[in-house]
């Protein structure tokens, strides 16, 4: 079973759609991140937290640390958002990423 | 520049030949982190450094595989006697502590061994 688990594998939507991808991890962690991998493009980190919630303009991250989950959503999606979605722990180890989430939003 | 830097963005190289991949990290950044990608997979670690401390090369898949950092700054990472399964998107990143901190990435070295 891998440490951060993402789901989601893949995900297609519909323009204006509200989106969540989960992560699960098993391992105690310093900070949770999101990234957004778009295709042909570098990795761009969207979230970096540690507890509650975190918020950029259409996008929301929480993260409970208790239950070891944490979820990204995405409010009124647009074509633009259409992307690999990274989930990565840290702590004091290395990072530990999840697989991702390959979103498409269909206009 | 403000973010990280690689060079060169694309590399195709035939079989048996050495390559040098550079990662040029934001200044000030401790932390500096290889990893690669191959097509359609997650990322996969390969070395990293954190400050003159010495390397964590636990990711390195062959000895085929060498880093080095100089200065605590510009890393090259040199693959000798390519093979086609070293096909992939080479990534560096970078933070400002070990571990902890929010990573930036570089667009990535795409190579292509022939």
């Known amino acids: 079973k891998n440490e951060v688990e993402q789901s989601p594998q893949n995900l297609t939507a519909q323009e204006g759609e509200f989106i969540t991808i989960n992560c699960s991890y098993s391992?105690?962690?310093?900070?949770l991140h999101w990234l957004q991998q778009h295709p042909g493009g570098g990795i761009v980190s969207l979230f970096m937290l540690s507890s509650g919630k975190k918020k950029h303009g259409r996008l929301i991250a929480t993260i409970n640390i208790q239950e070891k989950h944490s979820s990204l959503h995405i409010t009124a999606s647009h074509p633009r958002d259409s992307a690999v979605y990274i989930c990565?722990?840290?702590?004091?180890?290395?990072?530990?990423f999840g697989t991702g989430t390959r979103l498409k939003v269909l206009a | 520049g403000a973010g990280v830097s690689q060079s060169p963005s694309n590399k195709v190289t035939e079989k048996g030949k050495d390559v040098e991949l550079r990662c040029d990290p934001i200044s000030g950044h401790t932390a500096l982190y290889w990893y690669r990608q191959s097509l359609g997979q997650g990322l996969e670690f390969l070395i990293y450094?954190?400050?003159?401390?010495?390397?964590?090369k636990s990711g390195l898949p062959s000895d085929r595989f060498s880093a080095e950092r100089t200065g605590g700054s510009v890393s090259t990472l040199t693959i000798q006697r390519t093979q086609q399964e070293d096909s992939a998107v080479y990534l560096c990143a970078s933070s400002l502590g070990s571990h902890t901190g929010e990573l930036f990435f570089g667009e990535g070295s795409r190579l292509t061994v022939l």
């Open positions: 450094f954190q400050g003159n401390s010495a390397p964590d």
């Open positions: 990565a722990v840290s702590g004091t180890y290395k990072y530990i």
């Open positions: 391992v105690g962690i310093s900070a």
